[in-house]
């Protein structure tokens, strides 16, 4: 007797994780929402936060004045703005900041054709899992996939904007005092790979900054989509 319900009581755990199996495929789920509907409301989600935080910091001051991501000085040009600053030379100093993150501005102009094409790419499985992840689970997601295009975008868009907007004569007339300054160890940053990862840092800074807001805030939910899915991790 006691084999006959041992083996009843595999043959019952078999069926259940067979249909288990079969519940996980299933194309609909018993929310009253879609598979499809789910990645579309994350990819929606996506493109509100590309469009509305990323864009901005394609305008002018989108970096400088903005100050979650305005780029500051490096570690090692750190000693170079105090010594300016010292010696009255302030207002050259502002100018060597304020040429760093205009070069940042000129380059978020790249970012959205690779952000549409990894959005495009989000499947329902990717979608679940970033629905069900931390707040910042959906720029993760986008960090993952675009950020080596991304940098390889932005680093000769910065390298070429430090000409445009007169960075690279800026920093170098900045270097090349405080280097004249006795006592003080010569300087040569790498300006274009410090900006460039500043640059993306901010850019899904910005994304996170939204799909914050979409997480917590049904405000700010604009779309019934939005408010359909959003309503799965209430």
């Given at each position: 007797m006691r084999k006959l319900l041992a083996f009843?009581?595999?043959?019952?755990?078999?069926?259940?994780?067979?249909?288990?199996e079969v519940v996980n495929q299933l194309p609909e789920n018993t929310t009253g929402i879609s598979n499809a509907e789910i990645a579309s409301g994350l990819r929606e989600a996506l493109d509100q936060g590309i469009d509305k935080q990323v864009s901005k910091l394609s305008l002018k001051?989108?970096?400088f004045?903005?100050?979650l991501v305005k780029i500051l000085l490096p570690e090692e040009l750190?000693?170079?703005?105090k010594a300016l600053r010292d010696i009255g030379l302030g207002?050259?100093?502002?100018?060597?900041?304020?040429?760093?993150?205009?070069?940042?501005e000129d380059a978020v102009g790249e970012a959205t054709p690779i952000?549409?094409?990894?959005?495009?790419?989000i499947t329902f499985n990717d979608a679940k899992n970033i629905l069900l992840g931390d707040n910042r689970a959906a720029t993760t997601y986008l960090e993952n996939?675009?950020?080596?295009?991304?940098?390889?975008?932005?680093?000769?868009?910065?390298?070429?904007?430090?000409?445009?907007?007169?960075?690279?004569?800026?920093?170098?007339?900045?270097?090349?005092?405080?280097n004249a300054i006795p006592?003080?160890?010569?300087?040569?940053?790498?300006?274009?790979?410090?900006?460039?990862?500043?640059?993306?840092?901010g850019v899904y800074k910005m994304i996170a900054v939204e799909e914050q807001e979409i997480r917590t805030k049904i405000s700010s939910r604009s779309t019934d989509l939005l408010r359909k899915v959003f309503a799965l991790q209430d």
């Open positions: 009843v009581l595999i043959l019952n755990l078999s069926a259940c994780a067979e249909l288990q001051d989108g970096y004045k903005n100050e750190q000693k170079v703005d207002n050259l100093a502002d100018e060597g900041l304020k040429v760093l993150n205009r070069a940042a952000f549409v094409d990894a959005v495009k790419g996939r675009t950020q080596t295009s991304l940098y390889n975008k932005f680093h000769p868009v910065i390298n070429e904007s430090f000409s445009k907007v007169g960075a690279d004569a800026i920093w170098e007339n900045l270097i090349n005092k405080y006592f003080t160890a010569d300087v040569n940053p790498d300006l274009t790979d410090y900006v460039t990862g500043e640059a993306l840092k």
